[in-house]
């Protein structure tokens, strides 16, 4: 029977591990078509998931504490049946009397309505398995942490399976459906699981000091000889705060790592994955019965790995090698924070509160880089805050090594290091400016603090070097500003030769508009994507030329450039789903394109779906869709749903212009496959600057889709060098079924 509930509770916790993981990008992509892409719907999901997920642990934490074993497995497994009502899962709406209230308030009783209860039961699961595991007769009772890295496998599956397996094969209704067999199954098993351990209850299998007590008897003959040792240290509140740090960093790290590598290296859809599966990967080694990688053999080495993240932080935002020290300073942190984590667990009596501390922490971490950080930080301060964080958590610097060698090896190390640091610093310490000066007082702080050994030191001088030139800006910005759609900046650049100002705003290291202020006459010519020969110019100066005026509807508003191309008596609304896009457009001491135009125009915030969809059939005569930087590929804005709309809210000589460049996917096919199954007309054209006034207006390489009910337009575009019938080479895009990896890049 032991064996049997062995295999049975590690089913059971690696198959609702994978459900987690499913269940969250599947509800991301129901919520899309009827919430839109504001932030505001992510950061209520967040909050949904984190606080269920807590509420599941600190429900097993306190039943399991307050109830006895036999009454605890009979209250879950009737949870279990009556959480069975809501499948299978979808959305459920509310009634519309209550559905106008608060969005966010709407969103949350929405989703308690169509997920809490299997959501907040699986949850439940990990933890609670493991408690009653622990009640058995088997020789690895006495230890059960191993079971958290058969869920974390289970969770990197899940986490791996749905964009590469699940949203491919299935549309939205077949994967609900799929998820609540899977949930149906996961419910079988933990009911079976519970009467195993209850029939071990009754035949005295198991022996409880009094009802009101989960403490259990260790098995002496068990080959786990940590256990023991640790259930003999006391529970003290700074051992549980200690749990929720060693969990909050790493988890508060891996959000901040995904952060920079997806904003400032390559926008690769999907590469949030990678930082995720490594995060999952150093809690499988840590809790693992035989750990591949001990984390006292990285110990020694968390110091010098913090010291070279420092000396990298003088590197510009972009470098790919600074980004590939952040991801292995994160492996480190993850393998000996987790480790120490793991090395620290106590007793089967406190296994399920123990548990609640880990979770906390996690839930705290995300928090603090997913709603805390962006609301009150300028910048991506976070991850040097995170840095200084995991050096506060240790309480010695370790040696590394014993004998003279290493010895010799960390002081010139510790020279190289903060020795051309320093230099470095001093040279640009001239300028006088805070961040170079705190950062040469820092790398001095932080050689003697090393030398000395002294981790609170070493955390300061972290401090000193890090936070200062990551809060502070630049000696050429004019302008910053951060939402949760991310960092907004506009910088200037000169050319004192020839007097040419030019003013760039940029998401991360991505170019998002570009004006030239000086000389003034150049300020009303549009550049970048947007000049007079690029697509989308082309297309947008044809489409309705022969009208007195244009009604033009423009999602995404940027800098404001193509509002260049409106006529007298055009109407050019824009809509832009982030306030602090619309605040820089309209600052004339940044950008003045909004004032260049001769028609009127105006800014409508929100999701540009969404906000369209309320207008009447018919208003425009042209659609711009302009709202897919290279960093952010809204998905339900190419769907045939959202086409749909864009294509009914045009009059009957009406375009949709589709801006598609993008340097990771090749979205031509996507609105080509649409225009085919609707059988309208449509042309791409993929242009980069060849002439020597392109180069001088700085296009850049432009890739356009146009839909349009003008025959007439499509015949004037095809007599245009560098457009063609646009490529259908993929499934038409719904919003029940789409995949980004049908169009991904792979040159």
Not at 620 to 630: E, P, Q, T
């Amino acid at each position: 029977m032991s064996q049997r509930i062995l295999i049975a509770c590690s089913t059971g916790v690696f198959l609702s591990a994978g459900l987690v993981f499913l269940i969250q990008p599947l509800f991301a992509r129901l919520l899309l078509p009827e919430f839109g892409g504001s932030p505001s719907v992510w950061n209520t999901c967040t909050v949904f998931f984190q606080a269920t997920l807590l509420l599941g642990y600190c429900y097993t934490w306190l039943s399991t504490k307050w109830l006895s074993p036999g009454k605890q497995i009979a209250l879950h497994c009737l949870l279990l049946l009556l959480t069975l009502a809501q499948l299978p899962v979808g959305l459920r709406f509310l009634e519309s009397d209550v559905a106008s209230t608060s969005p966010a308030f709407r969103l949350l009783i929405m989703l308690t309505l169509s997920i809490g209860g299997p959501y907040f039961a699986v949850s439940t699961t990990t933890p609670l398995l493991q408690h009653w595991f622990s009640s058995s007769k088997h020789k690895l009772a006495s230890d059960p942490y191993f079971f958290y890295s058969i869920s974390n496998c289970g969770s990197i599956l899940g986490l791996l399976s749905y964009p590469f397996v699940v949203e491919r094969l299935f549309d939205l209704d077949a994967q609900g459906l799929t998820w609540s067999i899977g949930y149906g199954t996961l419910v079988g098993l933990t009911i079976f699981c519970g009467v195993l351990t209850a029939r071990e209850l009754r035949d005295g299998a198991i022996a409880s000091s009094d009802n009101n007590s989960d403490e259990l008897l260790i098995d002496k003959n068990s080959s786990s000889a940590a256990a023991p040792k640790m259930a003999e240290r006391p529970m003290t509140s700074l051992r549980r705060l200690r749990w929720v740090v060693l969990a909050l960093v790493p988890s508060a790290m891996m959000l901040a790592v995904t952060t920079r590598i997806t904003t400032d290296v390559a926008a690769v859809p999907l590469l949030w994955v990678l930082p995720l599966v490594a995060y999952l990967a150093t809690y499988i080694n840590a809790f693992a019965r035989r750990p591949l990688l001990k984390f006292e053999r990285l110990l020694p080495i968390l110091f010098p790995a913090l010291m070279v993240a420092a000396w990298m932080s003088l590197a510009g935002p972009g470098s790919q090698l600074r980004a590939a020290v952040e991801i292995v300073l994160f492996l480190i942190c993850g393998i000996v924070l987790h480790g120490e984590l793991a090395a620290d667990r106590p007793s089967t009596k406190y296994l399920t509160e123990y548990y609640f501390w880990m979770s906390l922490g996690g839930c705290l971490g995300g928090i603090l880089v997913g709603m805390i950080a962006p609301a009150i930080f300028p910048s991506y301060v976070e991850f040097p805050l995170i840095l200084v964080l995991a050096a506060l958590t240790q309480h010695e610097c370790p040696a590394g090594g014993p004998g003279f060698g290493w010895k010799v090896a960390r002081i010139v190390g510790t020279l190289l290091l903060c020795g051309t640091a320093m230099i470095v610093c001093f040279v640009h310490v001239w300028a006088s400016t805070l961040a170079t000066t705190s950062q040469f007082v820092g790398f001095a702080a932080l050689g003697v603090c090393f030398l000395m050994g002294h981790p609170r030191g070493i955390a300061l001088a972290l401090a000193l070097v890090l936070i200062p030139a990551a809060l502070l800006p630049g000696t050429n910005s004019l302008a910053r500003k951060r939402t949760f759609f991310g960092v907004h900046e506009v910088t200037y650049q000169e050319d004192a030769e020839i007097g040419l100002r030019l003013h760039l705003l940029a998401h991360g290291t991505t170019i998002h508009g570009e004006q030239v202020v000086a000389p003034a006459e150049l300020r009303k010519i549009p550049r970048t994507y947007y000049v007079p020969t690029g697509p989308i110019g082309e297309a947008l100066t044809l489409a309705g030329k022969e009208k007195a005026s244009r009604k033009v509807a423009l999602i995404g508003l940027g800098s404001g450039a193509l509002m260049t191309y409106s006529k007298k008596g055009d109407q050019f609304d824009f809509y832009e789903i982030d306030p602090a896009v619309r605040d820089i457009a309209e600052d004339p001491n940044l950008f003045t394109y909004l004032l260049c135009g001769e028609g009127k125009q105006r800014v409508i915030i929100g999701d540009g779906r969404l906000k369209l969809a309320e207008t009447k059939e018919g208003t425009y005569d042209v659609i711009v869709l302009d709202a897919f930087g290279s960093d952010s590929i809204p998905i339900h804005l190419l769907t045939a749903e959202a086409l749909d709309i864009f294509m009914s809210r045009l009059k009957s000589d009406g375009t949709l212009i589709i801006h598609i460049s993008n340097r990771h996917l090749d979205l031509e096919p996507v609105p080509g496959r649409y225009a085919a199954e609707r059988n309208l007309p449509a042309l791409a054209a993929s242009k980069a600057a060849t002439t020597q006034l392109e180069l001088a207006q700085g296009q850049r390489p432009t890739h356009a889709v146009v839909i349009s009910k003008s025959e007439k337009l499509i015949a004037q575009l095809s007599r245009l060098k560098g457009w063609h019938p646009p490529r259908k080479n993929t499934p038409l895009w719904t919003d029940s079924h789409s995949s980004v990896l049908d169009v991904l890049k792979f040159e």
